[in-house]
């Protein structure tokens, strides 16, 4: 499906989106775009250091980096391209989310690329948490608040730098493209399409009512497949 909606997005439907989490804006996306049941969320296992942060909503800046190998760049070079870096992160849509794809292939993780310092410095230029498949460290003097899904912990950088910036990434199985609406939390993260954005809080308002009479049975000490069967045939009339 084509997005026709450009962003940003009225600030009160990344408010609604950000009342669910990821996996009932995974079911929300299911009723409303079921052709995407197999495509746009992370599909292998993230560590999260802080499940009790609520969902994140925000719009992606994407980022490549590398660890095992020097950036070729002279040192001035590298000055540069930092700052060029900080000021792709910190304009656009707001809020916005970093997602970080490793691209070091069989030594993903190897350097870290966040820490107390990226953590801080990425808050403070608007972003609510990262998402990557490559490593994080200083788990103790994160930013307060900004959320962190990652492939590993370690406790190194090694040569991590950020190799490219804006362009598509591919992480944990979800691919993203730079201004890509991202929801994410201690389950995972999706990719909402801008035109079904503000359709998902009442799909997920109708998941949520038709789960309702299943885990009520199930949950009773009176439950029984005949009531389940029941309860089953009653969710499936909701509308």
């Known amino acids: 499906m084509t997005d026709t909606v450009t962003g940003p997005l009225p600030a009160a439907v990344l408010e609604a989106l950000g009342r669910y989490d990821t996996p009932t804006i995974c079911n929300a996306m299911e009723v409303i775009a079921p052709e995407r049941r197999l495509i746009g969320f992370t599909t292998k296992q993230l560590v999260c250091p802080f499940p009790e942060l609520p969902p994140m ?4 800046r994407t980022v490549t980096i ?6 070729p760049l002279p040192a001035a070079e590298q000055a540069k391209r930092r700052i060029e870096y900080y000021e792709y992160v910190g304009t656009g849509h707001g809020p916005r989310i970093s997602v970080i794809q490793d691209v070091d292939g069989p030594d993903i ?5 966040w820490g107390e310092v990226q953590s801080n410095v990425h808050k403070a230029l608007g972003c609510l948490g990262v998402v990557t498949d490559g490593s994080i460290r200083d788990v103790p003097q994160w930013a307060p608040g ?3 899904l990652a492939g590993s912990i370690g406790p190194s950088h090694a040569w991590v730098h950020a190799e490219s910036f804006g362009g598509q990434v591919r992480v944990a199985g979800m691919t993203v493209n730079s201004d890509d609406l991202i929801h994410a ?6 990719v909402i399409p801008l035109d079904l954005a503000a359709k998902l809080p009442e799909a997920a308002e109708l998941c949520g009512r038709r789960e309702t009479p299943i885990l009520e049975i199930a949950r009773s000490p009176d439950f029984s497949l005949e009531k389940l069967k029941a309860a089953l045939k009653r969710s499936a009339e909701i509308h």
């Open 109 to 113: 993780g190897y350097g870290a690329f």
């Open 185 to 190: 939390d201690r389950h995972g993260a999706i």
């Open 57 to 60: 909503v925000g719009y992606a």
């Open 66 to 71: 590398r660890a095992v190998q020097k950036s």
């Open 146 to 148: 900004f959320q962190a």
